[in-house]
Each structure stands twice: as structure tokens, then as C-alpha cells.
């Protein structure tokens, strides 16, 4: 069975300093692996996305990953945050193919960010 | 990436009574699925429906519950049926982009208080 793991619940982070919000995961297979972002009041929005290639990947609005096959991880970091990113960030994996051929991921519990003016 | 918008964005229920949550999609897409996110939880798959054939629920969720129709490739509906205070949730409709993306598009969702 496939698991997503956040530690954190929530994360505080002052402007301008880098941030990091951490997601390990357990699949089956070589790894798909998501982020998404969810704001108050709003739906999930699509982030970044590992499949294969280069272990950084780089999203929206400034923020990267960096999948570690040694470690099962896929933390999404960004260089300086802004009070903006503040919202709900949520990881997501999968081993493959669901039924049908359509892509069923399992989430994570989901982490709070929190930026500091 | 697909536009996804849901009705009604949020409501306040009675026990007892039922629901109905509109998605509908800007673009015609073989996939559905409906989720359940719980107050500080993760969401949760509660069924996949396919266009023309009956929807696939997950553990835990049953049909008579969360009963779901696909009348066509960019339109579907969930209802919550015999609602308790514990349905209270926020109800998201999604979409896969497709073989060709791998991705999932989420509707703005569904905010549901059941008194």
C-alpha cells in the first residue's frame, strides 16, 4: 500500500529566510510524486511534480524539490519565502496506475506554513 | 490544465437531510474523482467515477452514502446522503490531466456543515 508522510503539522518561517516542508513517502515502483498547495477558501493547486530525470524539480512560484530515492523523500524547499506562501501545503505519491490508466495518488496529511513578515 | 468549478462552494445542513455537489469541467475528461478532507486530516478517496458506468468506491465509502452519477464527460455530481455532523468536510472534485500529464486538477471545493 502506498503512505505519504509530513512530520510537520506546521512550519513557521520568517520573510526572506529559505524554508523547507518535508515529505517522505512509501510506494511500490519507481515513485510519482506531487506537491500541492492549497490556499484558505480554496481548492488544491498543482505545485511540481517528480517522474524521472533531474532529482531537483523546479514549480511554481519559486519553490523546488529534491527527490531522494535513498532516503524516500521529497522535501519542497524554496530560497526565501514570502508572507504570500502562507497556506497549506500537501505531498503526494504513487507507484502507478490506477484503474483505468488514470493516476490515484495518496496524500499526506498535509503542513501549515506559516511566514513571518 | 483543466478549469474546475463546483456548486455550491459551501452550505449549512440539517441531520438527517442530503446534499447534492455539483463538478463540472471545462474540458471533457475520462476521470472523476470525488474526495473528502476532513478538519485538519489529509483528503480522502471516497469514489472514482467513469462516464457511463457505475462509480468505484473506495474502503469505508458506500453508495447508498455517497451515491454519484457521470451523465457525461464533464459534468458530475456527489450527494451526501442522511447527513450526520460527522460528514462535516470540505468535498473536492478532481480530474486527471489525462495518460499524456499525470497530474490531478482539484475544483475549488465544497464546504459542508451539517448541524
Known amino acids: 500500500a502506498q503512505s505519504v508522510a509530513q512530520p510537520e503539522d506546521q512550519v513557521n518561517v520568517a520573510e526572506g529566510n529559505p524554508l523547507t516542508v518535508k515529505c517522505t513517502y512509501s510506494v511500490s515502483g519507481n515513485p510519482y510524486l506531487f506537491w500541492y498547495v492549497q490556499y484558505p477558501n480554496r481548492g488544491l493547486q498543482f505545485l511540481l511534480k517528480?517522474?524521472?530525470?533531474?532529482?531537483l524539480v523546479k514549480g511554481s512560484y519559486g519553490f523546488e524539490a529534491e527527490f531522494n530515492k535513498s532516503q524516500t523523500s521529497f522535501h519542497l524547499k524554496k530560497p526565501s519565502a514570502l508572507v504570500s506562501d502562507s497556506a497549506l501545503y500537501f505531498c503526494?505519491?504513487?507507484?502507478?496506475?490506477?484503474?483505468?490508466?488514470?493516476?490515484?495518488?495518496?496524500f499526506g496529511r498535509g503542513t501549515s506554513l506559516i511566514v513571518h513578515p | 490544465s483543466a478549469v474546475i468549478s463546483q456548486k455550491p462552494s459551501r452550505d449549512i445542513c440539517q441531520r438527517g437531510t442530503s446534499l447534492t455537489i455539483q463538478c463540472q469541467v471545462d474540458?471533457?475528461?475520462?476521470?472523476m474523482f470525488w474526495y473528502r478532507q476532513q478538519p485538519g486530516q489529509s483528503l480522502t478517496l471516497i469514489a472514482t467515477?467513469?462516464?457511463?458506468?457505475?462509480?468505484?468506491?473506495e474502503s469505508g465509502f458506500v453508495i447508498d452514502k455517497f451515491p454519484i452519477s457521470r451523465p457525461n464527460l464533464t459534468f458530475s455530481t456527489l450527494t451526501v446522503s442522511n447527513m450526520s455532523p460527522e460528514d462535516s468536510s470540505i468535498y473536492l472534485c478532481?480530474?486527471?490531466?489525462?495518460?499524456?500529464?499525470?497530474?490531478?486538477?482539484f475544483g475549488p471545493g465544497t464546504r459542508l456543515t451539517v448541524l
Open positions: 517528480y517522474i524521472t530525470g533531474d532529482n
Open positions: 478532481s480530474v486527471d490531466g489525462g495518460q499524456s500529464t499525470d497530474t490531478q486538477y
Open positions: 467515477a467513469n462516464q457511463g458506468s457505475e462509480a468505484t468506491y
Open positions: 503526494a505519491a504513487m507507484g502507478g496506475l490506477g484503474p483505468g490508466g488514470s493516476y490515484i495518488p495518496t
Open positions: 474540458s471533457q475528461v475520462t476521470m
